[in-house]
């Protein structure tokens, strides 16, 4: 199973879909801060969940970053902006999926399970 970091400043939330990511044969570290996320990311992840709406750092710039230094990592934005917003960073930043909160975690991991199959 691939590794995923997950990038999310709200803890219960993070925490919550840790635990049931685990539970489904994840293999998961968890980033709070953009910063953190920027530092702990290395080759030993696969692919990485972003919320745009961090608290440190812009959730785009952390994606700018991410894709300059891992132009391959799978990417999938988690957040509550619109819908139309959301398609268009997603595009732009070449993200493999988007899901907007609130999102039924089943659905997450089907999607992730796919982005894993998918050759780079």
Request: aromatic residues 8%; negative net charge.
């Amino acid at each position: 199973m691939a590794r995923w970091l997950i990038v999310d400043d709200d803890i219960r939330f993070t925490e919550t879909l840790t635990e049931v990511l685990l539970k489904n044969g994840f293999d998961v570290g968890v980033a709070y801060w953009g910063s953190d996320a920027l530092q702990s990311l290395d080759d030993n992840f696969d692919g990485v969940l972003v919320d745009l709406n961090l608290t440190d750092i812009d959730g785009d710039e952390v994606i700018e970053k991410i894709r300059q230094r891992f132009p391959n990592i799978k990417l999938g934005l988690i957040t509550g902006i619109p819908e139309v917003e959301l398609k268009e960073l997603a595009q732009k930043c070449r993200a493999d999926f988007y899901l907007r909160k609130p999102f039924e975690i089943k659905k997450l991991i089907q999607i992730m399970r796919q982005v894993e199959k998918q050759e780079v």
